[in-house]
């Protein structure tokens, strides 16, 4: 090699165990679009352990006319994957949460103060349909914060309606959500326009959380690649992030 030639910089992959928890993930088995089984559930596991990732926050949804999971569901299908790692030797914390779709559903286990499946303390994590923006998200807001509860805003970088004026970001913030943004959308899965929302949350400091919201073993190929790897430690850095 001619002493010439120009030296190539080594780009730091990101090491995913930045992140104290993902606080955002499918993998209970057979509960929503997520792992459809227990062996689906192990695999992913695995495979956020094998990135660094050793404790998992599993959230799925709970959605009035689709997916209207409750506690005692999802805590008997964490207990399974639970005892399924134990017996397979896989050493990762696993707790559950849910994501609550703020619908007419979420409002009435509210208002009838059921309690509700937390991350930790008293933060839930919510989202909103992909079709349309809430009407009454200040209403909503209201009643979460009267209920001592601390929203999480899943992926705002997602919601289509959104992407024509990013006051509606700091709009969020201003109800009292903090937001959590998809790993995933870094690295252009979800198409350029939920890339660029994604950019511009971090780029103005507007993120509070990340997630990997995986569904399948799909997900964490892609976020396992290292040019993903290379994009997404751009964004994050050494920063430490999903500490409650």
């Given at each position: 090699?001619?002493?010439?030639?120009?030296?190539?910089?080594?780009?730091?992959?990101?090491?995913?165990?930045?992140?104290?928890?993902?606080?955002?993930?499918?993998?209970?088995?057979?509960?929503?679009?997520?792992?459809?089984?227990?062996?689906?559930?192990?695999?992913?596991?695995?495979?956020?352990?094998?990135?660094?990732?050793?404790?998992?926050?599993?959230?799925?949804?709970?959605?009035?006319?689709?997916?209207?999971?409750?506690?005692?569901?999802?805590?008997?299908?964490?207990?399974?994957?639970?005892?399924?790692?134990?017996?397979?030797?896989?050493?990762?914390?696993?707790?559950?949460?849910?994501?609550?779709?703020?619908?007419?559903?979420?409002?009435?286990?509210?208002?009838?103060?059921?309690?509700?499946?937390?991350?930790?303390?008293?933060?839930?994590?919510?989202?909103?349909?992909?079709?349309?923006?809430?009407?009454?998200?200040?209403?909503i807001s209201f009643e979460i914060n009267i209920n001592n509860?601390?929203?999480?805003m899943a992926h705002p970088e997602r919601y289509f309606y959104?992407?024509?004026?990013?006051?509606?970001?700091?709009?969020?913030?201003?109800?009292?959500?903090?937001?959590?943004?998809?790993?995933?959308?870094?690295?252009?899965?979800?198409?350029?326009?939920?890339?660029?929302?994604?950019?511009?949350?971090?780029?103005?400091?507007?993120?509070?959380?990340?997630?990997?919201?995986?569904?399948?073993?799909?997900?964490?190929?892609?976020?396992?690649?290292?040019?993903?790897?290379?994009?997404?430690h751009k964004y994050l850095g050494d920063r430490i992030f999903?500490?409650?």
């Amino acid at each position: 090699m001619s002493f010439f030639s120009k030296k190539i910089k080594a780009v730091p992959e990101y090491h995913f165990a930045n992140l104290v928890q993902d606080i955002h993930s499918h993998i209970l088995p057979g509960l929503d679009d997520g792992a459809p089984n227990i062996e689906a559930s192990l695999e992913l596991v695995e495979a956020l352990h094998d990135a660094g990732i050793k404790r998992i926050i599993c959230t799925p949804h709970i959605i009035a006319d689709i997916y209207r999971n409750t506690p005692e569901k999802i805590n008997s299908a964490l207990g399974i994957l639970k005892k399924e790692c134990l017996k397979n030797g896989l050493d990762t914390d696993i707790t559950a949460a849910a994501e609550y779709m703020l619908d007419d559903h979420f409002m009435e286990l509210l208002r009838t103060k059921k309690p509700l499946l937390t991350l930790r303390k008293n933060y839930i994590l919510t989202e909103l349909s992909y079709a349309t923006a809430p009407n009454n998200l200040e209403q909503i807001s209201f009643e979460i914060n009267i209920n001592n509860y601390q929203p999480l805003m899943a992926h705002p970088e997602r919601y289509f309606y959104y992407h024509d004026n990013y006051d509606n970001y700091y709009r969020l913030k201003d109800l009292g959500f903090l937001l959590q943004v998809n790993l995933l959308s870094l690295i252009g899965h979800y198409g350029k326009t939920v890339t660029k929302a994604a950019q511009f949350l971090f780029k103005n400091n507007l993120v509070d959380f990340v997630g990997s919201d995986i569904h399948h073993i799909g997900h964490i190929n892609l976020l396992t690649n290292g040019r993903n790897k290379e994009i997404i430690h751009k964004y994050l850095g050494d920063r430490i992030f999903n500490q409650f």
